[in-house]
């Protein structure tokens, strides 16, 4: 009886941990956090072969993903890409993908907030987590990495082959049952599309809080960073496709506190990438008042305004 019991609780055991496997790495929108569904559209869209041409490609992060939306303009057809935590190195890859799969944009629109070119901090939980890439992008990004001793990616002291094992995710996946995340993801992953790829965050009325960008002192690019935004805009150039960089407004705020010299090297490397390669720098570090905010980074009420000032940019 007891051996019985011994072979009966191990197999529904090992059946369970089976189920719970398949779950983990093929059904991550039923227990990953929100942001999940959003990168999710974005994989879908840039790895499935289409004929579309698409006038307009924006890549960048959270605050560019809130500030375009694409179904405000009219006659002309365009696709917000950013990736919310995203830096240069997730926006080559969407862009590489995109272009093996899917005719070249006749314009791409780049758009990261500063401290996103100097710490990676988002790499392992999300880009990594999400499973947004493939085993040898990720051997490629840890390498150079390596080679660059990028610290965002090194002081974890881990491989991406860490995130192979389905046991680490059991914290994800006992949160999002019992906060039933699958319904919110699915919504999320259905506005998404129908979006094409615009997501709001924050949706108060306004926000004085403060960015991330106030607690810095000075801006460095990170020269991990730097090669891969350089690696974007080679490939950009040699498929022929207009280059355009647009600073995402900070709320007013954020925009009274932020440090002068940290605007001031940020934008002197900007200005470096313009000088050379063939990229229209399409506003300084910017402002819009509090209430157009609906959290300290994000904006809400200004995002159809902004959208107004991208497409003035591009002259269409």
């Known amino acids: ?70 179904n405000e303009v009219k006659g002309f057809t365009s696709i917000n890409l950013s990736l919310g935590g995203a830096s240069a190195v997730e926006g080559y890859y969407t862009l590489e993908k995109y ?30 987590s999400y499973n947004f890439l493939n085993d040898k992008d990720y051997q490629e990004i840890e390498n150079k990495a390596k080679e660059f001793k990028e610290i965002s990616i090194l002081r974890r002291k881990r491989s991406y082959w860490y995130y192979k094992n389905p046991i680490n995710y059991r ?35 306004s926000s004085n809080k403060l960015n991330k960008d106030t607690k810095q002192q000075d801006f460095e690019i990170s020269r991990f960073q730097n090669y891969y935004l350089r690696k974007l805009l080679d490939l950009a150039e040699k498929s022929e496709i207009k280059l355009y960089f647009f600073n995402m407004p900070f709320n007013k705020a ?12 940020f934008t002197d490397y900007v200005n470096q990438l313009s ?26 009420k200004g995002a159809r305004k902004n959208t107004k000032n991208v497409m003035h940019c591009l002259a269409l």
């Open 1 to 70: 009886m007891y051996k019985q019991f011994i072979f009966i609780s191990s197999l529904t055991f090992g059946l369970l941990f089976i189920i719970y496997t398949i779950i983990v790495f093929n059904y991550k929108i039923l227990y990953m956090d929100k942001e999940y569904a959003a990168w999710l559209h974005v994989k879908n869209t840039i790895n499935t072969a289409t004929k579309d041409k698409v006038n307009l490609l924006v890549i960048g992060d959270s605050r560019s993903k809130a500030g375009f939306i694409p």
């Open 99 to 128: 272009l093996q799969n899917n005719p070249a944009p006749d314009h791409l629109l780049l758009s990261y907030v500063p401290y996103h070119l100097e710490d990676w901090s988002s790499y392992w939980n999300r880009a990594v």
């Open 171 to 205: 914290s994800n996946f006992r949160n999002g049952f019992f906060n039933l995340r699958w319904g919110r993801n699915m919504q999320v992953f259905r506005d998404s599309i129908a979006d094409r790829g615009h997501y709001f965050y924050g949706t108060r009325n």
């Open 254 to 265: 954020s925009f009274d506190q932020v440090k002068p010299l940290y605007v001031t090297h």
């Open 275 to 300: 000088s050379d390669y063939e990229l229209k720098i399409c506003n300084k570090i910017n402002f819009m008042e509090n209430n157009n905010f609906g959290d300290s980074s994000h904006l809400y």
